[in-house]
Every structure is written in C-alpha cells, then in structure tokens.
C-alpha cells in the first residue's frame, strides 16, 4: 500500500536535501495535529532529519509546549501570524532542530476566531532567522491540512535553495 | 477529496466515545511520528476531546519531551514495553489529558534495536492506571504506521467500553 501523504508532498526531496546539509527539522502543529511530520516521516531514512515536534491543537498548549506568549494567544489569537512565528522558533528551540515549521489556522468546516477555513499561517525559523507566510487555502477539511503541509515541505526547501 | 487516514480508521467512534464522557485525549509518539493524533484531528469536532501531543522521533526527545527515565532508554531501549507506557504516562501528563496513548516502534524497513520491522508497543495510560500491548503488524512502513493508529484507535475504545 502506497504512502498517501508522503507520495502527494515532496518529502522525499525534504529529507534529501536536510541530509546533505546534516541538518534537521522539528515542528509544531496545530490545524495539521501531526500531519506534517508524519508525512515527513514516511521516508526512509527520514530519523536521520526529523527530530520530532509539537502538537499544540488546543490552544495553551501552544504556550505550555512551545513556549508562545501568553500575551499573543490574548491579543492576536491562536491563529494568527505572530503564533505561527512563535511556534516555528519554539519546535525548532525546544526539540534542538536546526529548522522548525509552525502551522496554525482553520481546516473547518466552521470559522475559527473569526477566520474563514482556509486561513493558515506558515511560520519557518532557521539559523538566519524566521519567516511567516499568510495562505489562504481553499477545499474542504482534508484539503486544507494536506495543503497546509505541502505549503510548509515547499516552504522549508524554498529556504534551503537560498 | 476523502481524509485516508480518519475513513480508514474507527476515529469517529473514538471523538464520540470521549465527547460522551467529557474526556480528553493526547498522544506521544515515535514510530507514528504524529500520524494517530493527525487521524483523530480529521474528524471535525475533534478539538473537543484531542488536546495535543508528543513527536518523539529522536530517541532523546523520549527522555525531554516525554519524561521517559534516562535509564529506562539505556536499559530497555526506545522500543520496549517500558518506554511505551511512560510515553502514554508523559503525554497524559504534559499534554494535561485525561487519556495519554504512547506508540514506539519499528516501522522498516530495516531492523532497529535488534527489533524486526512491526514489532510495536502502545501504551494507553488513563485514571485507572497504564496498560500496555505489544503488537507484531505485518507489512511495508505505510502499513506498520497505520495499523499502529488503528490499534491505538481500538485500544482506547476497549478501554472506554469496559
């Protein structure tokens, strides 16, 4: 039986490429619950890359395990760009990567704080610092956390072609 | 497009089954690598029972993120009976559930530890104490990985029943 996550992203390229540099990547999920590294884990070899991450899907958690202010999660909310930035710099500090991806947002079918399903925040830190993207998906529960990870495979390796 | 991961699984049975009783649910996992709280997630509703979790990957993150005892990994290895339950124990704990399931394992294709590819251990860990079955899956790595979610799935659902 085929992989279904991992043959839809490009992982494989993910793993290959963190490998070369002998780096490696931790994250922390909230819509996705695990799906991002799970689909990186369905590469062979992926254990010399993936050191683990966070699933924060309710929202102290995302303070209590990755370390998001409390002051963000009050202000700006769970699903928002300063949380997703949050995020990526704690999975990468708490789990002692050299990369983490933080996704936050709303896979639906019903709002969520105010956003429509769809909005997901994609947060990348690294040695150089962190950067978030602001996506806006669209497709029904499934599609958005699949699309949410393919947008943070691409968005990982886009920082590692620089 | 059909989740294949919550349509080829019992999760809906098990967001029912804990809604019923108010309860919560948060894993900590290896060989899974976030797959089982990624499958619980595909049903809406979920973040009504599923709290979060543990992506343990790396064999030290056992030990920081979950509170498995240092001697415990030195003693037993990442892939024991002992490790599953403290996994199971850590993310009920640090994930603040009233349920914590802990999966570690060998998902292939080569042996790890001295462990054949299948060869799993799930703990299940709730207010009346820490259960743990080893399992011998069959298959190539998709399908050890699923069939780990599948009998987590059911385990707790066992359990919920009696």
């Known amino acids: 039986m085929t992989d279904p996550l ?13 490998a070369r540099r002998s ?3 931790a994250t922390a999920e909230s819509l996705t619950a695990g799906l991002l590294a799970a689909t990186v884990a369905g590469v ?3 254990s010399t890359v993936l050191r683990g991450g966070l699933i924060v899907y309710a929202t102290d958690l995302k303070g ?3 370390g998001v202010e409390a002051a963000v999660l009050t202000t700006d909310g769970p699903v928002a760009s300063t949380t997703a930035a949050q995020l990526a710099a704690g999975a990468r500090e708490r789990c002692g990567a050299d990369w983490g991806i ?13 956003h429509p399903p769809g909005t997901v925040f994609l947060g990348v830190s690294g040695p150089d610092g962190t950067e978030v993207t602001a996506l806006e998906l669209t497709g029904e529960r499934w599609e958005i956390r699949l699309g ?9 390796l886009e920082r590692l072609a620089r």
Chains 1, 2 share one sequence.
């Open 6 to 18: 991992t043959a839809s992203v490009p992982a494989r390229d993910l793993v290959e490429a963190l």
């Open 23 to 25: 780096q490696t990547v």
């Open 44 to 46: 062979p070899g992926a």
């Open 64 to 66: 209590s395990l990755a």
């Open 102 to 114: 933080g996704l936050t947002g709303v896979a639906g079918p019903d709002p969520q704080d105010g």
């Open 148 to 156: 949410s990870v393919r947008a943070a495979v691409s968005g990982l």
